[in-house]
T-cell receptor
Framework: DGGITQSPKYLFRKEGQNVTLSCEQNLNHDAMYWYRQDPGQGLRLIYY???????QKGDIAEGYSVSREKKESFPLTVTSAQKNPTAFYLC??????????????FGSGTQLSVL | AQSVTQLDSQVPVFEEAPVELRCNYSSSVSVYLFWYVQYPNQGLQLLLKYLSGSTLVKGINGFEAEFNKSQTSFHLRKPSVHISDTAEYFCAVVSGGSNYKLTFGKGTLLTVNP
């Protein structure tokens, strides 16, 4: 089945530690996104990528980094500079970036907590 | 700048009752509107979208929404809900020229009770 796989489902971070969240898609989509979800806050865009080796900051990129070395993979690193990392992280993809006709497909999310 | 306001953070209803989840948007240009649903511990799924044409949009699972330009609203409705409709619902907007920046509302938790 085609889809988006996020791993791990649960992740714990110690103070001063960087952690990486995995996102893989086999939908052959060009565009990929990372969102952060906090209770009662909706979804906020962290980073997005239209094509391989290119990505752009979203609304809350500080303290995060990404890479897009392969079309199917878009890992997110939560760095020690992110002082409030506890949240539910969602990865999404779509066939293209431009145009409202693009439907987003979401992974099942990773819950990150601070120890 | 575009924004979305979901007027109710929680909506409890009884099974088989009708429901309306309210969404208002603001944008200075043309807009495209979406409703997504999130079941517990899962990602989001697209319920329906309005791009142009008929202002009444039908989606999956018996949901529909009406685009009202004069009231800048895009309320989601279902005439009879089921227990399985319990989920969080997100309204989202893309406005023309935003380079496909999808702005989500804060969500409405629909709880259907027996």
């Amino acid at each position: 089945d085609g889809g988006i796989t996020q791993s791990p489902k649960y992740l714990f971070r110690k103070e001063g530690q960087n952690v990486t969240l995995s996102c893989e898609q086999n939908l052959n989509h060009d565009a990929m996104y990372w969102y952060r979800q906090d209770p009662g806050q909706g979804l906020r865009l962290i980073y997005y990528s239209q094509i391989v080796n290119d990505f752009q900051k979203g609304d809350i990129a500080e303290g995060y980094s990404v890479s897009r070395e392969k079309k199917e993979s878009f890992p997110l690193t939560v760095t020690s500079a992110q002082k409030n990392p506890t949240a539910f992280y969602l990865c999404a993809s779509s066939t293209g970036l431009h145009g409202p006709n693009e439907k987003l497909f979401f992974g099942s999310g990773t819950q990150l907590s601070v120890l | 700048a575009q924004s979305v306001t979901q007027l109710d953070s929680q909506v409890p209803v009884f099974e088989e009752a009708p429901v309306e989840l309210r969404c208002n948007y603001s944008s200075s240009v043309s807009v495209y509107l979406f409703w997504y649903v999130q079941y517990p511990n899962q990602g989001l799924q697209l319920l329906l979208k309005y791009l142009s044409g008929s202002t009444l949009v039908k989606g999956i699972n018996g949901f529909e929404a009406e685009f009202n330009k004069s009231q800048t609203s895009f309320h989601l409705r279902k005439p009879s809900v089921h227990i399985s409709d319990t989920a969080e619902y997100f309204c989202a907007v893309v406005s023309g020229g935003s380079n496909y920046k999808l702005t989500f509302g804060k969500g409405t938790l629909l709880t259907v009770n027996p």
